[in-house]
């Protein structure tokens, strides 16, 4: 069974940094490119980076660059996003999604990110 | 980039058809047939529904179905039921090498 696990969220004060983690399982990791989505609370989906198979090709959403870092390993089958600079507005549900940007299948069950003093 | 524009909410009733639409620009709907379509329930994480405009995955129902004109795509459910109740999102590949996603519309079945 192909099969994502998101880890890592918390709670974090405003200026600081998180590592998430999506191990995976169910498939060939090293073959695909993977993402990270996340939707605040109520909120609809925002499409925050990719990351290609081989860790060359990387991509983020603008509000993101300079503050997220999204990485891999497939040695463990597993991907990673290094959030730093945290604000208020970055409190969501992160999930991590296979996909190379035309569709993403299938999805992490997400981790909690709340951004708060 | 704008997220897509999606209708807040449709409505239908038992074995009606209902369609969602998803407008964006020629920098990513327009542009790529490469819209896809995601079914989320409450607290639950979302599932792709429809891949490249109009292909469904193993395990989808047919009485799912997508096409696209111009810059809008658009999602038809048919014969409505129960358990279609659910949050649905568009998403498109842009001219920028990232994905935008609409802002949801919310299904109910009456």
């Known amino acids: 069974e192909v099969q994502l696990v998101d880890s890592g969220g918390g709670l974090v004060q405003p200026g600081g940094s998180l590592r998430l983690s999506c191990a995976a399982s169910?498939?060939?990791?090293?073959?695909?490119?993977m993402n990270w989505v996340r939707q605040a609370p109520g909120k609809g989906l925002e499409w925050v980076s990719y990351i290609s198979s081989n860790g060359r090709s990387i991509y983020y959403a603008d509000s993101m660059k300079g503050r997220f870092t999204i990485s891999r390993d497939n040695a463990k089958k597993s991907l990673y996003l290094q959030m730093n600079s945290l604000r208020d507005e970055d409190t969501a549900v992160y999930y991590c999604?296979?996909?190379?940007?035309?569709?993403?299948?299938?999805w992490g069950q997400g981790t909690l990110v709340t951004v708060s003093s | 980039q704008s997220a897509l524009t999606q209708p807040a909410s449709v409505s239908g009733s038992p074995g009606q058809s209902i369609t969602i639409s998803c407008t964006g620009t020629s920098s990513d709907v327009g542009g790529y047939n490469y819209v896809s379509w995601y079914q989320q329930h409450t607290g639950k994480a979302p599932k792709l529904m429809i891949y490249?405009?109009?292909n469904r995955p193993s395990g989808v129902s047919n009485r799912f179905s997508g096409s696209k004109s111009g810059n809008t795509a658009s999602l038809n459910i048919s014969g409505l039921q129960a358990e279609d109740e659910a949050d649905y999102y568009c998403?498109?590949?842009?001219?920028?090498?990232?994905?935008?996603f609409g802002g949801g519309t919310k299904v109910t079945v009456l």
């Open positions: 999604a296979r996909g190379d940007l035309t569709r993403f299948d299938p």
């Open positions: 169910g498939f060939t990791f090293s073959s695909y490119g």
């Open positions: 490249e405009v109009s």
């Open positions: 998403s498109s590949y842009t001219s920028s090498r990232t994905a935008v």
